[in-house]
């Protein structure tokens, strides 16, 4: 995910979106990447999940108040619907979506 395709990709899409707010340098969030990608293989079809790297893409997280990382939104019908920041288990992930799906 890009500042070019976030907008399309995941507050205009049809379905919810676990939009995941990170940095390669921090061990926090590549701790979480197994579980966002066991998270997308079990929710394939009902949950997008869309990963974007705040150093990459530095102009999305200010629109969105993005502070600390990992910052997880779950975007539905264009709106924040849901959120977590900080260190999360799949436990955690799976808490954080499943009343959007």
Do not use: Q
């Amino acid at each position: 995910m890009t500042d070019a395709d976030f907008e399309p990709k995941v507050v205009k899409a049809s379905g919810p979106v676990l939009a995941v707010f990170r940095a390669e340098w921090s061990g926090v969030c590549r701790a979480l990447d197994p579980i966002l990608a066991d998270v997308a293989k079990e929710y394939a079809g009902r949950l997008t999940v869309a990963r974007l790297d705040i150093d990459r893409s530095p102009e999305t997280p200010p629109k969105y108040n993005v502070t600390a990382i990992p910052t997880l939104y779950v975007f539905k019908g264009g709106k924040i619907v849901g959120t977590r920041i900080g260190p999360s288990s799949k436990g955690n992930v799976v808490e954080l979506i499943t009343p959007h799906l």
